[in-house]
């Protein structure tokens, strides 16, 4: 994701993805992890920060799920446009956007703050480095902060690939998400790669399937 073009792509992929929930069990999944992890939080005040949000669904529902905490968010968005769109987003569902850059995270590092959480999804396989950004997302959690990560896990073999484009095409009907979805996926990283990546942290992997496999990964600072 580093130019504005590549950026404003995507996010109307995620979109198509994310228009939904029951037709994209990649959100349901993470909404419900993370519904789990803020669910668990004694606090009502909670300040995110969000990695790539494009245009903001997944923390809109995230948001809607609680309404009597107080959210405020730090958004990570390259691309102007769905910056602006997650920002009313989020706005609308009663939360407070704080801070807006408009810089991929790894331009944007070190992190000038702390959150109580750390959210960064779908984003990891357009890094370049990617276990530098995420020591550092690491290292931007406030005392009892929580970090979420999670992205898609490349196929083992090209025919893996084509079922899983197969089995998404009935869903993905808009030429663009298809050719994102498989640009998306052969960017991913393997499972070996992932285990390396979140080595870097202390922290939980787990895998989960649905038409493509996924890696999500939770840590937790002291």
Partial sequence: MRIPEECH????????????????????????????????????????????PATGVLEERLCRSFPRKNFDFT????????????????ESAGAIVTGVINHSIEKYLPLPSSYG????????????CPETVLSHLYDALAPQGHLYVSDLLRPKSEKEVRFSLRL????LEHALSLEMAESSLRAALTLEEVERLVGVVPGKLELSENWFKNWHFHSYRD
């Fill in 9 to 52: 792509d995507y996010g109307v992929y995620r979109d198509l993805l994310s228009s939904s929930l029951r037709q994209n069990l990649i959100y349901q999944e993470d909404l419900r992890r993370l519904r789990e992890m803020v669910g668990g939080l004694p606090s009502k005040d909670l300040s995110i920060l969000s990695i790539g």
């Fill in 75 to 90: 958004l990570v968005e390259p691309e102007q446009g769905l910056a602006l769109e997650a920002q009313e987003r989020l």
């Fill in 117 to 128: 959480l750390v959210l960064c999804t779908r984003v990891v396989h357009h890094l370049g």
């Fill in 168 to 171: 998404r095409q009935a869903v």
